[in-house]
């Protein structure tokens, strides 16, 4: 099993699975961290020389954690920058936080046989459509099933 989440490009991996990352990979992080000195995150987002250093809500309370910040660090400039998404009522939503962890990580099981049932349900058919809090929602309750904590539950 691969660490970490691949989307459009760009690594996705939790906090705690840093020191799994490649050498390069794990080195731009803590540049970015070095030059940002983000007050709180969780998620590293890596794509070339960008990385973003991301809040979500805990994984271990939320199913489908919200994005509540982010700063984006530019390695090639030092430059970064951050923005609050904490006020946003329809933020970004994480699916498959599972993927984001060592794969022996306890929490993996559960969460990647959660994922499995929603996948087998139609869950995340056409996905790029469900990114935000609202549109999984709805598709969930469409469903039958409502998220309560960090589980999926009959509505």
């Known amino acids: 099993m691969a ?5 459009r490009g760009a690594l996705y991996v939790h906090r705690e699975a840093i020191d799994g990352l490649a050498e390069e990979t794990r080195a731009k992080v803590d540049q970015a961290v070095a030059a940002a000195c983000p007050p709180r995150w969780n998620v590293a987002r890596v794509e070339g020389d960008v990385v973003g250093l991301l809040e979500y809500e805990d994984f271990d309370i939320a199913a489908f954690p919200c994005l509540i910040a982010s700063t984006r660090v530019d390695l090639a400039t030092g430059r970064h920058t951050r923005t609050d998404f ?4 329809n933020p970004l939503v994480l699916h498959r936080k599972e993927q984001l962890l060592m794969p022996h990580d306890p929490r993996v099981a559960r969460w990647t046989e959660r994922t499995r049932k929603l996948v087998a349900k139609g869950m995340f058919k056409d996905s790029h459509a469900i990114g935000r809090h609202k549109a999984w929602t709805e598709r969930l309750a469409q469903a039958g099933l409502a998220v309560v904590g960090d589980e999926v539950v009959p509505a």
Do not use: A, H
Request: net charge positive; aromatic share 12%.
């Open 3 to 7: 660490l970490g989440k691949f989307v």
């Open 86 to 89: 904490s006020r946003s009522n």
